[in-house]
Structures are given as C-alpha cells and as structure tokens.
C-alpha cells in the first residue's frame, strides 16, 4: 500500500509553521533570554551569560510577595474547591429529579469571562464612600464589623481572590466529579450494600477509591491552574497588581515584559522559568503521591 | 437486633440526607446564580439610583434600559465586540483549517516518520503558554504587528490538544472506507472533505466550540499585544473600563456592558450545553 | 432461616414516559423457602425473577406483599442490615481489592459485639475462599482472574458472613459450558456443606433442574407452578410451563378428544377417560414414543441423528406445530433400516393435554403412570 506518502508532510506543513513560530522556537528562545544578562530591548544587546536574572527576580520583593500570594492561593483554594466539588458532585448524583437543571447552573462560570464576572464580584465586596457594599450588608446582617475587602487588609484580599478563583474553577471539578461518579456501576454500590456496608463506608471504601483517579486528574489539574492565576486578581484588584499587594507570579512576568514596570524580558524570562520549575517539581511530587493511593483499574 | 429501632433510624437518616442534599444544591446553585442576577439588577438601575441606596436594594422597581444606551455611546463597546467577533471568527477557522490537515495527516496518510512525528507532538501538549508569551511578544513587537489582527490572531490559531482530538477521532474510520473511494477514483482531499469530515462532525463542533469559549475570554495575550482602543477585545476593554471608562464611577453602565459581553456565550452554552459539556468533560480546562 | 413471600408485588413507571402506565413485573408472588433448601426461579428473560431476587435482599422496595425472614417481617429493613449474601450476575467484585479484601470486607462492616478479631476475621475469610477452592490466589486482584475464578470470590465473598439467606443472581450465565457444569455442582455441594437457605435465578432450566430442590416456574411476573424439578417437569400446570421445561422441547400437535379417546389426524392414539369432547393441544415428551410396527401414530422420517447412547428421530405430521418433532429412542446398538414411514406407540404419561387457554388437561387415570 501507500508506504511513503510525501503529501503528508505538505497537509502538516501549516501546523508545522504555526507550532514551530509560536511555540517550539519561543520555548527555547525563553530559556536563552533568562540567562542573557542587561538585554536591552531596543538595541537587541546583552552584556553577558549568567544566573544574574534569576538572582535579581529571587531578591526583588514584589516577585517574593507574589511568590507568596500564589502558595497561598494555591494552598487554600485546591483543597477547597475540590473538596466542595466532591460534595456538589455527590449530592448531584443522589439525585435524579431537576439533575439537569442543577449540571446547567452549576456549569455556568465555565462559560463566563473571568474579567468580565469579576467586575461583579469586585461591587459585591467593594466598599465605597457611598456605600459598604452587598458583602458588608450580609456581614452587619450576622452582626459583624464592615470589612474593606478590596483595599484592606492582606487576609481580606486574600480570601477575595481565593472566593472568587473557587468561584471560577467549580464547574470544570464539578463536571469530572459527576461524569466519574456515574461512571461507578451501581452495581458495586449495590454489592457493597449487601455486604452491610454504611453509607460512609460505602464512600470511602468503594466509591472514592474508584474515582479516585478523576479526582487526581483534578488535583494536578488544580494545582497547574492556581499556579498560572493572574485574570482573577486583575479583574478582582485592577491591572496594577503590585500596588495591590496582590500580584502572582504569572502576572509579575507580564508585569516585567510590559507595563508600568514593563520592558525587561530577561527579568521576565527568568521569572517565567522559575514558574515552570515549580509547576514541575509540584506535579512530580503529586505523581510520586499518588502511585500509592490512586487506584487504576 | 431491633429490627423497629432499625428501620426507624434509617427512615429518619433518609429524610435527614434528602434535607442535606437539598441544602447543599440549593445553596450553591445561590451561590453561582447570584453575580449573574446582581450584574443584571444593577445594570438595570438609573446611576442615580445605584449611588443613593447606601445599603444596596436586592431588587429594583423602577428598572431602566439607558445603562446599555451609555454603554454603546460612551465607550467603544461595540468596537470591542466586533473585534471580538472578527478575532474569534477568524482564529477559529484558521485553527480548523490546520488541526484537520494535521489530523488528516496523523490519522490517515502514511509518510516517513509519521509516529515520531506525533510524539513530538504530543509532548508539546506540556508547554504552559506563560513560558512561550515572552518571546512571542518580541516577536510581533519586531515584527510591528502589534496593534494589529495579525499580531493578535497568528500566535492563538494553535492547539495541539485539538489536533490530538480529532486525529483520534478520525482514527476509528475503518480503513475500508478509504480503499473504497481510493477503488472509486477519489482523491485524499475529496475523501477527508466528503468523508471524514461528516462522520466526525460531532467533534469537529466541540472542538469550535471550546476555541470560541477560549477566543472569546482570552485576555493575556490581548492585553499584552494591544494598546490602542481600535483592536481592543471584549476583556482588554471591560478592563479598560473598569480602570478609565464611565468616569469610573458609573457602575450601573459597566454593569450594562458587563450582561452585553457575558451575554453571547451563556446563549451559546444554553443552546449547545450537552455539546459543551462532553466537549469540556473530554479535555478542556481552565486556566 | 425459611423465607416467606407473601403476595409480593413490584410494579415499576413505564420505560417510556410518554406511554404512561405501569409495568408489572412481578404480580402476587406467594411463596415460602423452606430452611436449608436451594430453589431455583426459573423464567424467560424479563419475567421478574431478578427483581423477586433484589425485593428479598431489599435493593428494590416491593410495591405491596410482605417478606419475612423466620417470622419477622424485613419489607422495610434497608439491605445492610438484613444479613443476606447475594452473588451478582456479573459478579461486582470490587476491582481495586484483592480478593483477600473483597472476602474481607462483609466482615469488616459488622459493628459492635458481631465483630470478630483481625485474627478471626482473617481465618474466617480463609476458610471462605478453601470452601470454593481459591485459597491460593488471596493476594490477586480480581481483573488477573478467569470467569469461573472470579464467581468463586463473588460466593466466598457472599457467603463469609454466614449469612441467613443467600441469592444468587444468574450464578453461571457469565461461565463457558464446560465451566458452567463443573459450577452449579459445586454450588450445589457448597449448599449443601453450609446448610444456607438458598435461591437462585435462572433463564437454564436445566440448570434449575439439576441442582435444585424446588423450582419456581415464573412467566410475566406472576408464579406459574413451584414443586420438585421431577414433579413440575412430570406434571406441568399449563401449556407455557409443558414448553419451557425439558431438551428437547416437548412437542406440540393439533389433536381433538373425542369419546374420551384422542385423536390426531384421522388416528386414534390413546385412551383419555375422564377427558370432555373437544380440540386439544398435544403436547408429547420426545422420550415419549416407541417405535413399533403397529403403533397408531404414524410419521414421515425425515432422518435420524446417533447421539450415543440414544438416536433422535426427526419427523415430520401434519398435525405438527411446527416444521419437525423430534423423537429420542434409547438406542440397542444396531444400525436399524430407515424406512419413510415411522410408527410409533405413546407412553401415556409423556402425553400431556391442554385446553385452548392452554391450561392442563387432568384425566382420570393421569398422574398413576
């Protein structure tokens, strides 16, 4: 038959052109500007190789800041959201009547834009001269003090943003959760039952082990993306995010390629790989994890 | 064994679950429907209004419509949305155009090199785009691209996970299908076009449908290769107007343009959310 | 422990919501296990012996009618607390436990002064697993072991709890036929050794036949007869309960009772006293007929097939339901003649008469053969 078919290589060729601009040759070019020290932007110049751009972003306290801005929210809101997504999902496949209707609101921050919601939830929590906002009004309800969430204090800023990335990445959990707990037969549910097991047996034992790796599909999943956030916090603190306090590590990056602070890629570029670095070194760790309490069937 | 203290329990703890379960639901489908009513609520109150109510009314019994006139007339939202609109139309066919030759390729035709080919391929799966952003700035910036369509569209056409989607896909046409339009005089392009293409309709529609979802709430990129007004996309703008628009502090109008922008894709998910979600469920994820 | 059904009835929306309605699938089910028997329910596929099965182990709540363990009434017992083993169809081994585990794990979730030891526990799953032969794969998962491998761990599993009842759901129906003989033996043996109330479902009435010491006949939800395999298959109630039991089938004739003698085509074959004047349907056990040069009932030989120690006559009447009938005659060894014409006499216990609603037509010298 057809052994050698040139033609192939011209139906590639456009995604070759595309991939390799845009993606394979920048990949490489990212790890050269990270060790091209002074590059100059207009100039094209640089005065020598070395590990200056690495130890200039590790020294500068608003990469530290957003160092530690994204840990935490990495930290707080993967536990969090997957946590509640187990249960939305659980109780989701409990039941049958208006289960439709449930999956199709629950799945509606998927398809909204995240600066665009996160106007929303920034005049919910915002307190002005004018007015303290919904969130306040909620809290004094409950007899609380009036918090100013925006431009307040850090932890208040802080549980803003892990509220509203929670918000955002819910739907994607819930949807795996559901589709993987419906993929357990009934049957083990059934047998496990006859077996006189309880209900939370039943979860812990059968179920959880059997979803188990949807849901660390999810955790890795998770941690890659809380570790890449920056929209939320934009649409939550506005583009200035080291003003805010509230930078993350992929928002330094761009913060250093352009902007305010803009026009040094080297810095950027180090930046970049350091996040790289981490995302790895936490996905291996996850890896090593789970070969001891991931099933797969 | 008390068979009666047995069955009462277990009647109580159902009730008792069916109780839980109904809170849990109940209150999350709260949590998430909630910023979509308050965004509509106040883009429908009168500036005036919005800014006399110290405490915020949870409902509103004079609504106006002017909050959207404002929206159109004082900033360029129409503008935005239709760079949007040509942004999301034109990447999206150009994605199309090159994940289904690629797919042809992988999943059809034979050449040297074809399954080394692939991994490659498929390893670059694990490139986070903040590592490639940098140098793909400088180079629209060097090109003079940016500012412009080009420099917007050229660098967001790709995705391997799509190629690697349809590739599959295309892989479960049995091969007879082929050595018979191949007996029948058929040629490779008639084939995939007449052929493949049909039969694997379902996914090619998730697949425009996920790159119309990310087209349309992209901003990074947007954010990073645009400054001038007259190429901002539906995000670059919402933010511009959250920073400079309405005079900053007109919320009722940014809450206008806010339902405007949400608008097209909640209607697009109403209408195709078995679609969405399978598509979603099979490989999109949220970054 | 016996188990009594009384007038259980399970009726379930209909598939399609827009017919409406409801399905009945099983209808005034009255029946009672004896303590330590195995009974077979026996019916055609979608007959409601499943569901019968689940109502007893309690994972479908009946509609109405009452089940009694002994003499307490369990109906609205949840299952876990019933104590019953049941053995799925397709087994429901857990996959991600070894099969160590999966024995294990009826024991672990017995609470309070029912719980055993680790030791015990552990020696008790042991000896579960040498009863059904596997004790030497206790450390595999379930996906490393062949069908008939993997129905042994469903039954030690099911059965490791000692539990009062045990159900088994289609037991053999997953096993290869060489398998599926050498497992209803042992299922049978086992029963035996532990004395458990058993029942088990199955669409194979030889299966039923085999091993059971009662069979329940079902068809559409409701009972069609109960009794030993030998008495229903002797003496079955109706038409539907004649067909289904018995390879080959029994085989059917257009007849007519005239004079209490029965006649088909223009031939009287047999006395029938006590029987009314009017059309019949024949039914006739392929073991039922002798060929002898001057039997009344006379067919056309199509050909024979040697199976052994018997030789199947296929033949041809007018009369016939359908196409061939089949005659089994114990064979003497010799190769015989095959003339066109066959005659036959009848043995009259093997002539079963029913009525045209298809119910049993009783004589009044039946039943003494």
Same mark, same amino acid.
């Given at each position: 038959m057809e052994k050698n078919n040139p033609k192939g290589y011209l139906y590639l060729l456009p995604a070759f052109l595309f991939l390799g601009?845009?993606?394979?040759?920048?990949?490489?070019?990212? !790890?050269?500007?990270? !060790?091209?020290?002074?590059? #100059? !932007?207009?100039?094209?110049?640089?005065?020598?190789?070395?590990? /200056? #751009?690495?130890? /200039?972003?590790?020294? *500068?306290?608003?990469?530290?800041?957003a160092l530690k801005n994204t840990f935490l929210l990495v930290i707080i809101t993967v536990p969090l959201s997957t946590g509640l997504a187990l249960?939305?999902?659980?109780? $989701?496949?409990?039941?049958?009547?208006?289960? *439709?209707?449930?999956?199709?609101?629950?799945? $509606?921050?998927?398809?909204?834009?995240?600066l665009a919601v996160g106007l929303v939830f920034m005049i919910l929590f915002k307190k002005t001269p004018y007015s303290d906002g919904f969130m306040n009004l909620l809290l004094n309800a409950f007899g609380f003090a009036s918090v100013d969430f925006l431009s307040g204090p850090y932890w208040a800023k802080m549980l803003v943003l892990c509220l509203y990335t929670v918000w955002i990445v819910m739907p994607f959990k819930i949807l795996i959760l559901t589709s993987a707990l419906a993929s357990v037969s009934q049957q083990y549910h059934n047998a496990a039952r006859v077996d006189g097991a309880s209900r939370g047996r039943i979860f812990w034992r059968i179920t959880l082990p059997m979803i188990s790796p949807s849901l660390f599909y999810l955790v890795i999943t998770g941690f890659i993306g809380a570790f890449k956030a920056y929209s939320d916090a934009v649409a939550l603190f506005g583009i200035d995010l080291n003003a805010a306090g509230m930078n993350t590590i992929v928002g330094f990056v761009y913060d250093m390629l352009y902007g305010r602070s803009g026009g040094y890629p080297s810095y950027a570029s180090a930046a970049a790989v350091i996040l790289f670095a981490i995302v790895l070194t936490i996905t291996c760790i996850n890896l090593l994890v789970s070969k001891k309490h991931v099933h797969y069937i | 064994m008390d068979y009666e203290q047995i069955e009462k329990n277990a009647r109580r703890r159902k009730c008792l679950r069916d109780i839980l379960l109904g809170l849990v639901l109940c209150s999350w489908a709260v949590i998430v429907l909630f910023p979509f009513y308050w965004m509509l609520l106040t883009s429908v109150k009168s500036y005036g209004s919005y800014n006399s109510e110290f405490i915020p009314r949870l409902f509103t019994l004079s609504p106006t419509l002017e909050n959207y006139g404002s929206a159109f007339s004082q900033v360029p939202l129409g503008r935005y949305f239709l760079n949007t609109l040509v942004f999301t139309v034109i990447t999206t066919a150009l994605m199309l155009f090159v994940t289904v030759l690629a797919a042809f390729a992988f999943s059809r035709l034979r050449f040297r090199g074809r399954d080394l080919i692939f991994t490659a391929f498929l390893s670059l799966m694990m490139i986070p785009t903040e590592l490639v952003v940098i140098t793909n700035f400088v180079t629209v910036t060097d090109l003079n691209l940016r500012n412009s369509f080009l420099g917007l569209i050229l660098p967001s056409v790709t995705s391997v996970f799509y190629i690697y989607l349809l590739k599959e896909n295309f892989s479960q046409i049995p091969d007879e299908l082929y050595y018979a339009a191949k007996v029948d005089g058929t040629s490779d392009f008639k084939y995939l076009w007449k052929v493949m293409i049909p039969i694997c309709q379902p996914t090619i529609v998730t697949i425009t449908i996920l790159k119309?979802? =990310?087209?349309?709430?992209?901003?990074?990129?947007? &954010?990073?290769i645009t400054d001038d007004q007259n190429y901002f996309l539906v995000s670059v703008g919402i933010q511009e107007i959250r920073e400079n628009g309405f005079g &900053? =502090?007109?919320?009722?109008?940014?809450?206008?343009?806010v339902v405007v922008i949400s608008l097209p894709l909640i209607a697009l998910f109403l209408l195709f959310r078995k679609k969405i979600m399978a598509g979603v469920a099979r490989g999109g994820t949220k970054g | 422990m016996n188990v009594t059904l009384q007038n259980l009835t399970k009726k379930f929306p209909n598939r399609n919501k827009k017919a409406g309605g409801e399905v009945t699938a099983v209808n005034d089910f009255t029946f009672e296990v004896p303590d330590g028997q195995l009974i077979g329910l026996l019916g055609p596929s979608g007959c409601g012996k499943s569901t019968t099965l689940y109502m007893i182990c309690g994972l479908q709540a009946p509609t109405s009618g009452r089940i009694f363990f002994g003499d307490r009434d369990v109906t609205d017992l949840p299952t876990e607390n019933r104590g019953v083993g049941l053995v799925f169809q397709n087994y429901a081994l857990y996959p991600h436990m070894t099969v160590l585990q999966n024995i294990l794990f009826p024991l672990e979730n017995l609470k309070g002064k029912d719980r055993p030891g680790k030791e015990e526990m552990r020696r008790r799953a042991v000896e579960a697993a040498r009863l059904v032969q596997i004790d030497s794969l206790l450390d595999r998962k379930p996906s490393e072991l062949s069908g008939g491998q993997q129905q042994r761990v469903a039954i030690a599993r099911a059965l490791v709890k000692m539990p009062g009842v045990l159900l088994l759901d289609e037991p053999l129906s997953n096993l290869d036929a060489r398998l599926r003989l050498q497992t209803r033996e042992e299922i049978r043996r086992i029963q035996r050794q532990t004395g458990i109330t058993t029942v088990f479902v199955t669409h194979d009435q030889e299966e039923a036949m085999s091993i059971s010491d009662q069979i329940v006949v079902m068809k559409e939800g409701v009972v069609q007869q109960t009794g030993k395999p030998q008495e229903v298959y002797d003496n079955p109630c109706n038409l539907f309960v004649a067909t289904f039991l018995g390879t080959p089938p029994i085989n059917l004739f257009d007849g007519r009772v005239e004079k209490e003698t029965l006649y088909i085509g223009g031939e009287a074959l047999l006395p029938v006293p006590g029987i009314a004047d009017q059309a019949v349907t024949v039914g006739i056990r392929p073991e039922g007929f002798v060929p002898e040069e001057q039997g009344p009932f006379s067919c056309r030989l199509l050909r024979t097939e040697i199976m052994g120690r018997d030789v199947s006559f296929v033949c041809t009447n007018d009369a016939c339901r359908k196409e061939t009938f089949r005659a089994i005659i114990q064979s003497d060894g010799t190769e015989q003649s095959h003339p066109e014409t066959v005659r036959f006499r009848l043995k009259p216990g093997k002539v079963l008469l029913f009525d045209e609603n298809g119910s049993r037509l009783r004589g009044t010298n039946h039943g003494k053969e």
């Open positions: 601009i845009f993606l394979v040759y920048p990949l490489m070019d990212v !790890f050269v500007y990270s !060790f091209q020290e002074n590059y #100059n !932007f207009a100039s094209q110049t640089y005065t020598g190789v070395g590990i /200056y #751009n690495f130890r /200039y972003v590790l020294r *500068d306290p608003f990469f530290l800041q249960l939305i999902s659980l109780c $989701l496949s409990s039941i049958e009547k208006l289960r *439709d209707f449930f999956q199709t609101v629950f799945f $509606l921050p998927y398809v909204t834009n995240t | 119309v979802i =990310e087209c349309w709430n992209s901003f990074v990129w947007p &954010r990073l &900053r =502090e007109n919320i009722p109008a940014m809450m206008a343009a | -």
